[in-house]
């Protein structure tokens, strides 16, 4: 990844010290180019997707969050620029590699499939928009067919 | 060449008491009286120096809790850290000060004035998550980690601000407000935990706690000029925090030294049953690391093998940065360390792989923020609309924008090519990082790409903010414990900007982070990572 000078001032430097000096200091203009390399590098290591692009509206219903038509056309090329960013995984090789849910864990921390009352629950009621009794009260529901 | 910014930084072990840790709480007040730091013998920090002064009766804690008190008053409207102080916090100090008079034990952190990120549940004071959907919501029970901290005396003076759920590197995706980096009022404090890190930079409070999913409490920590300590995936238990990813979420640690961070780590480390990724591995006396300086030898670290991951100091890096982070490698050498490169192969893969592991997670978490339960609810007609409405009302940009990718990575169809490649990548970055921590005790790097940048500058630009956490991203993925410390300072802002050095080590080893942390620290020459742009500054 890295530029073929700097490769070459590391290999030239002694193993222990790495003394790459620095006469000058980034402007915030200068990182923003230098940061922009960090994705330009992802961009430009991955092919188009055979995946189809992100359909918004229907991801929104899916999600169950209303989205303006404004806010459609904000996030929709935001949105399709960084799905395509994720499309760089695909070039990697996974064969034979077991996805891993998260780190290393211990096993058997299952409590007893037994309910306990919580202790505070006028707290918790207090926090329910509408409550009557000991229902939750909600509008119907209308059946989409 | 160094900037001129910089002081020299000599390779000498000077016996330097830094500035903002040899003074004492009393001083924070102008009217009381400042202890003669000479007798000041054990390692500079804010806990033990409070513990000291109560049980000797140089200090009340109704004294300490008024001074940051009045600091947050004159402070807050500058800063915006605090999203909600507590009402209690002088009535709890009062009980402590009650209890010490009558000679009754107090715990180890009596009288510590801790702040709290917003998405951490404490009983009864707001917490939102910096989220309108969840304005003005009081949870039932505190969490895990806020239970021991009072158990132990400490006092939560306040909520702190964050970006909305943990999503962003700015704090500028909060609802309410946006914090400023006390070090350059025109600047980011980092994300998520902005807010958090930025209180404890301009001494709002002592000691503070954060979450890190990506790198929130590490690059805010950088970008502030304070400790950051993010510990291995299940030593503190996550019951109470507000889930973001599950798999990589973890509740961390801000002080302004390692003793004091790695001193709240242990008052809130251990097993919950509660949470069923926590860990039963014991939790080591973190506090024995922190030995007085006096007591060092004269190479304290000899034999300790560091690791400075190439991949870190690339093209993309802020010079300023790299130069910090080189002279931080020639001080661990110097203090006894043997420094070699390393190389992690799949370290640039961690970002998309992070991206959607998160973007996926965080779209199932947050389907319980439906209006029903808690939180605003926007009224409506039909069932369905009234979640569309509270969510799309309630939820910011970022957010519904995270949600969105995620619902995306997780469908059918797209499940294998995103989510479970990005957790096929997991298991290569854990391997690299195995390999590599078989080699060597830590590993080393930036904290970030750059020091903090101008509020708005990367505002419309996810990819762009997505950058920034580069450095961080991997660590959690790979669920190992991390400090990020001051290490020097770089051009910017009215007398420079900090930048932090992230140290890595092996699973549940917070123990070799902090003793090599805090040598490092106290053995650092320089003025101290005070902010210059606050008044009254101790």
């Known amino acids: 990844m890295a530029t073929r000078a700097l490769l070459a001032a590391v290999s030239a430097c002694p193993r222990r010290r790495i003394g790459i000096k620095s006469s000058t200091f980034s402007s915030s203009l200068q990182f923003q180019r230098q940061e922009s390399r960090i994705i330009a590098r992802s961009f430009s290591s991955y092919t188009n997707s055979s995946l189809s692009l992100p359909d918004i509206s229907r991801l929104a219903e899916t999600a169950r969050i209303s989205l303006t038509p404004a806010e459609i056309e904000e996030c929709e090329p935001k949105i399709r620029q960084v799905i395509d960013w994720f499309g760089q995984l695909q070039q990697v090789d996974v064969n034979c590699v077991e996805p891993a849910i998260r780190a290393e864990m211990e096993g058997g921390n299952l409590r007893e499939d037994a309910p306990q009352t919580f202790e505070n629950r006028d707290s918790i009621r207090a926090s329910i928009p509408s409550f009557d009794e000991t229902y939750l009260k909600v509008p119907k529901v209308l059946n989409k067919e | 060449m160094l900037s001129t910014l910089q002081p020299p930084r000599s390779l000498t072990l000077l016996p330097f008491r830094r500035l903002h840790g040899s003074k004492t709480i009393a001083s924070l007040a102008s009217s009381s009286p400042t202890l003669d730091a000479s007798s000041v013998s054990p390692p500079q920090s804010q806990i033990l120096t409070t513990r000291r002064s109560l049980l000797s009766g140089e200090t009340t804690a109704s004294e300490i809790a008024k001074s940051y008190l009045s600091r947050i008053r004159l402070t807050e409207p500058q800063l915006k850290c605090f999203l909600h102080v507590s009402e209690n916090v002088l009535k709890e100090a009062q009980e402590i000060d009650q209890r010490i008079s009558r000679g009754e034990e107090v715990g180890p952190l009596a009288g510590v004035v801790i702040g709290v990120k917003d998405n951490i549940c404490t009983e009864g004071m707001p917490s939102t998550a910096a989220s309108r959907i969840l304005e003005h919501y009081r949870p039932p029970f505190d969490a895990t980690a806020v239970k021991k ?316 903010m997505y950058a920034g956490d580069i450095m961080t991203v991997n660590v959690n993925l790979a669920g190992l414990p991390a400090i990020v410390l001051p290490c020097g300072l770089v051009e910017g802002g009215p007398s420079g900007l900090p930048v932090g050095l992230q140290m890595i080590g092996a699973a549940f080893d917070e123990e070799t982070l902090l003793k090599v942390g805090h040598i490092f620290e106290q053995t650092l020459n320089g003025s101290g990572f005070v902010p210059p742009t606050l008044p009254n500054v101790a």
């Open chain 2, 149 to 464: 901290i009072k158990e132990m005396g400490g006092i939560v003076v306040g909520k702190t601000n964050m970006d909305e759920f943990g999503m962003g590197s700015t704090t500028e995706a909060s609802a309410f407000q946006v914090t400023a980096n006390p070090w350059d009022l025109t600047r980011v404090p980092g994300g998520s935990s902005g807010g958090t890190a930025a209180a404890v930079a301009a001494k709002q409070c002592m000691v503070s706690l954060g979450s890190d999913t990506g790198g929130s409490v590490r690059q805010p920590a950088s970008f502030c000029g304070v400790v950051g300590l993010k510990p291995t995936y299940g030593r503190v238990s996550r019951f109470g925090l507000m889930a973001y990813a599950s798999s990589l979420d973890v509740i961390g640690c801000f002080g302004s030294t390692v003793a004091d961070a790695g001193m709240l780590l242990h008052a809130v480390s251990g097993y919950d049953r509660f949470d069923s990724t926590s860990s039963k591995q014991d939790v080591p006396d973190f506090e024995s690391q922190f030995l007085s300086m006096d007591s060092f030898e004269s190479k304290p670290l000899k034999g300790v093998r560091v690791g400075l991951i190439r991949e870190t100091l690339e093209e993309g890096v802020d010079s300023g940065v790299r130069s910090a982070t080189q002279e931080a490698a020639s001080h661990l050498e110097a203090l006894g360390c043997l420094v070699t490169e390393v190389s992690l192969p799949s370290f640039s893969l961690g970002l998309p792989a992070y991206y959607v592991i998160a973007s996926s997670e965080s779209s199932s978490n947050l389907s319980r923020y439906d209006g029903v339960r808690y939180g605003n609810q926007v009224m409506a007609d039909e069932l369905n609309k009234l979640y569309d409405c509270s969510r799309g009302q309630g939820f910011g940009g970022e957010v519904k924008m995270r949600i969105l990718m995620g619902t995306y990575a997780l469908s059918a169809g797209y499940y294998d090519a995103y989510y479970k490649r990005a957790q096929q990548v997991r298991t290569l970055i854990r391997k690299d990082f195995k390999a590599a921590l078989d080699h060597n005790d830590i590993l080393i790097s930036p904290a970030a790409p750059s020091a903090a940048y101008k509020i708005g500058e990367k505002k419309d630009d996810p990819l762009a």
